[in-house]
């Protein structure tokens, strides 16, 4: 077997059928109608009143963080452990990110390192549900509480993921998604900013569209600046298919995901996300952790070894703190992060995708159970 990518779009349902209809009746920017059906079936996908659409996650996330009204000199806890994308929205404001390392165990924000970061200039938690997995939410809803903050969700990686039997999107005052190729669902490129509040999703309305007014008098009057992340109709489009079949892509990853634990449980030295007890994971990238001695090889060495079979494999993300471009944000040293720095030193994705296959799973398992005898 030979060459399994890293992660592949699966797009089974009408996205090709919906696109020709976009194209061929010329509605191709974001005024069509699917637009509108995307953002509806989304929102109600995730338990939630509002969607708006936008062009990518990293927008939506900037995005939800005007609507909740972060302005310059602001701080907004972040997990130290994510992708990049949810520093920098905090930065495009003006605004601080302020770093908080992981749990050990689940990979997601430690709630009992929050309170420590807050000060007078903290505005906003943005909790991460890495992998598709829920954070413990009820301690951020504690702390929220507590110190008068909102709560900002990435869920870049969680479409259809539940807390308490609630959806993501419901979780939060406001979430971000992304629909990148690689997500689990997707428009190639593109993003939706979901929330219950009527207030936040005018909001979005309004700066999503160069604050134009939203009484729909189009004046060329501009109150505010705003920008243009609007979705085009072609790429909602390819959306709407993809909510359509939701539930199918979203079993697809979990249970592809729950085939890489049986099969490689026995395995010692691979460490993978523990799921808590309240969440249920969609499983979005494989990640797995490898320590290298009790496993008999390096992390590198591994990756180099499925690379030589086939296998693509990627590296985990780097932590916020050790970003040349976020040093500022960073306090006082790199040792405050210990399970952000033991995740970026050790951790690689396996091949993930919603049409991934368990033959090729059991063919990368075997690989990695081969390489530990060598
Ligand atoms: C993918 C991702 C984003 C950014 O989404 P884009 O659509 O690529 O801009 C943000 N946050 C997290 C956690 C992600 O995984």
Redesign the pocket.
Same mark, same amino acid.
């Given at each position: 077997m030979n060459n399994i990518p890293v992660c592949e779009p699966l797009l089974s349902g009408n996205e090709l059928q919906y696109v020709l209809d976009a194209v061929s009746t010329g509605w191709i920017s974001s005024s069509g109608t699917y637009v509108h059906k995307f953002e509806n079936s989304f929102a109600s996908y995730c338990d939630s009143k509002y969607g708006v659409s936008v062009c =990518?996650? +990293?927008?939506?996330?900037h995005l939800a963080l005007i609507a909740i009204g972060i302005k310059k000199g602001d701080e907004v806890i972040i997990p130290s452990f +994510?992708?990049?994308? %949810?520093a920098f929205?905090v930065c495009y404001l003006g605004a601080i990110p302020v770093f908080v390392d992981v749990k050990k165990d689940t990979w997601n924000i430690d709630p009992s390192k929050i309170s420590e970061k807050i000060t007078h200039k903290t505005k906003a938690i943005m909790v991460? %549900?890495?992998f598709g997995l829920p954070c413990e939410m009820n301690k951020i809803y504690e702390i929220a509480k507590k110190y008068n903050l909102k709560i900002l969700e990435?869920?870049?990686?969680s479409h259809g993921s539940e807390y308490k039997g609630k959806k993501t999107g419901s979780l939060a005052d406001i979430t971000?998604f %992304? $629909? $990148?190729a =690689?997500?689990n669902l997707t428009t190639g490129?593109?993003?939706m900013v979901v929330t219950n509040d009527k207030k936040l999703y005018n909001n979005c309305l309004y700066y999503r569209n160069m604050c134009f007014s939203l009484d729909g008098n189009r004046n060329y009057i501009h109150q505010d600046i705003g920008y243009n992340y609007r979705l085009s109709n072609v790429l909602a489009a390819i959306g709407l298919a993809q909510v359509e079949k939701a539930d199918f892509y979203r079993k697809k990853r979990i249970s592809q995901g729950r085939l890489y634990e049986k099969k490689l449980q026995k395995v010692k030295g691979i460490v993978f996300q523990a799921k808590n007890k309240e969440s249920k994971s969609v499983y979005?990238m494989n990640g797995i952790v490898i320590d290298a001695k009790v496993y008999g090889h390096t992390r590198d060495e591994l990756i180099h070894y499925l690379s030589s079979k086939g296998v693509d494999t990627r590296l985990f $993300?780097v932590g916020m703190h050790r970003q040349p471009s976020l040093l500022k944000y960073r306090g006082t040293n790199d040792n405050t992060f210990p399970v952000t720095n033991w995740l970026s030193e050790n951790g690689l994705y396996l091949p993930s995708g919603s049409g991934l296959g368990s033959k090729k799973i059991n063919y990368i398992c075997q690989q990695i159970i081969d390489f530990q005898k060598k």
């Open positions: =990518n996650g +990293t927008v939506a996330l +994510t992708m990049v994308a %949810s929205a991460v %549900s890495i990435d869920a870049a990686e971000a %992304s $629909f $990148f =690689n997500k490129e593109g993003g979005w $993300f």
